[in-house]
């Protein structure tokens, strides 16, 4: 029986370039020795898709250019019947013919933008092919801060005082802005409202502070998030994994870095060997916390993972008081740094088998989805139907 070809997709055109890369390496060791040919997909920081055996081996983004050089465009295309495929194309060489490779599944490593917040799952909804993680809206949602606080919020999930505002808002009414959020009193946290990776987050302890801080997050996005501190803050972290109706979450953990709030240098630039990612971070799994504050922690994961119609694996952050065990609902990663492995290693499964299952939940969606009718026959087009349309012409 030959080998069914695993689209891994990552890169793109996003802050967490790099990070993504790191994630895709890792799931692609861990499927070495599995069923499955992999097959790389790799979308550059120009937007360019390429292709090939050089994008397997992670010394080899040392150089981008020359890597680029060594590697093949490629696209999605359908032949005649419908079938889905990765193809090469623009193949230099006399004698050589691009290569077409059937599609199984894709497994998406990105993080960040166009690869996590919904776009590129567009791409494969479009093509009908399967893909891992959450859905259009539930990848949308889940990169959008400030909308998937609305709908946790709404669902009675407790989220901290916040204003958002777009760059506009702020050059009109800088001062009416700074007045709201002060009132939740400093510190005060910033952050872009659709990255990950803590990148362009930074904690404000007065006036000058917070618009230093306003300042660097617009030049990552240019709509931005102001919440009120919690103090004493502790963060737990907790993975979820399933459909938005059957899923189960990990052991929790507890990030450890310079301050309670984590930065992008405590995530990817700590421990021993920052080439792991989010694993090369510390932490506490699991974290040592009370029992019934964990079974609260995991019964809010679940909850939020569902209402926001995640699917795959994501990963649930909290901020807690850690005086009062408040929980705070801080975001949601549809696609986490590592894939979250290491709780899941603390729970049930490695990582190997992570990625098998976050692999057979996506061909049995697909699947699911292709199992009901997705066309409508009707002679709508016929010609005794357009005759009937012709009163129509010029109207809205």
């Avoid at 093949?72 to 419908?82: I, L, M, P, T, W």
């Avoid at 009193?185 to 409202?193: A, C, G, N, R």
């Avoid at 030049?219 to 931005?224: E, K």
Wanted: net charge negative.
């Amino acid at each position: 029986m030959s080998q069914k070809n695993l689209i891994v997709a990552f890169g793109g055109v996003s802050p967490e370039h790099e990070v993504s890369v790191l994630t895709a390496i890792q799931a692609i060791s861990a499927l070495e020795s599995s069923s499955y040919q992999i097959i790389p997909l790799y979308i550059t920081k120009s937007g360019r898709w390429l292709t090939g055996e050089h994008l397997l081996e992670l010394s080899n983004y040392k150089d981008l250019p020359t890597l680029e050089r060594k590697t093949e465009d490629c696209a999605f295309v359908k032949d005649e019947n419908g079938k889905t495929f990765l193809k090469e194309q623009n193949v230099s060489g006399l004698f050589s013919k691009p290569k077409n490779f059937p599609v199984y599944a894709v497994l998406c490593a990105f993080h960040g933008s166009e690869g996590e917040n919904g776009a590129f799952q567009g791409v494969c909804e479009m093509m009908n092919i399967p893909y891992t993680g959450s859905s259009v809206l539930g990848s949308s949602l889940g990169m959008d801060k400030v909308k998937a606080k609305l709908v946790a919020a709404a669902n009675g999930i407790p989220v901290t005082k916040s204003v958002n505002f777009y760059e506009s808002d702020w050059v009109e009414e800088q001062d009416g802005i700074i007045n709201v959020v002060e009132d939740f009193d400093y510190p005060l946290i910033v952050k872009p409202v659709s990255l990950g990776s803590s990148i362009g987050v930074a904690i404000a302890n007065d006036r000058t502070e917070l618009t230093e801080a306003v300042e660097t997050a617009f030049r990552y996005d240019a709509h931005l998030l102001i919440e009120e501190a919690v103090n004493p803050l502790m963060e737990i972290n907790c993975s979820v994994i399933g459909t938005p109706d059957d899923c189960k979450p990990s052991v929790c953990e507890r990030p450890l870095g310079k301050t309670e709030t984590l930065s992008f240098e405590d995530k990817y630039q700590s421990g021993e060997g920052a080439e792991k990612g989010m694993a090369s971070a510390d932490r506490e799994i699991p974290a040592q916390i009370s029992d019934k504050l964990t079974t609260k922690i995991q019964d809010m994961s679940v909850k939020i993972f569902s209402v926001l119609g995640a699917s795959g694996l994501a990963r649930l952050d909290f901020l807690i008081n850690s005086n009062t065990e408040e929980v705070y609902f801080n975001e949601i990663n549809t696609i986490p740094g590592s894939f979250s492995f290491y709780l899941w290693e603390k729970t049930d499964l490695n990582f190997t088998q992570l990625m098998e299952e976050l692999i057979q939940i996506a061909v049995k969606q697909h699947r699911e989805k292709n199992g009901r009718v997705r066309s409508y026959d009707t002679n709508l087009l016929s010609e005794k139907a357009l005759k009937g349309l012709k009163g129509l012409k010029g109207t809205k």
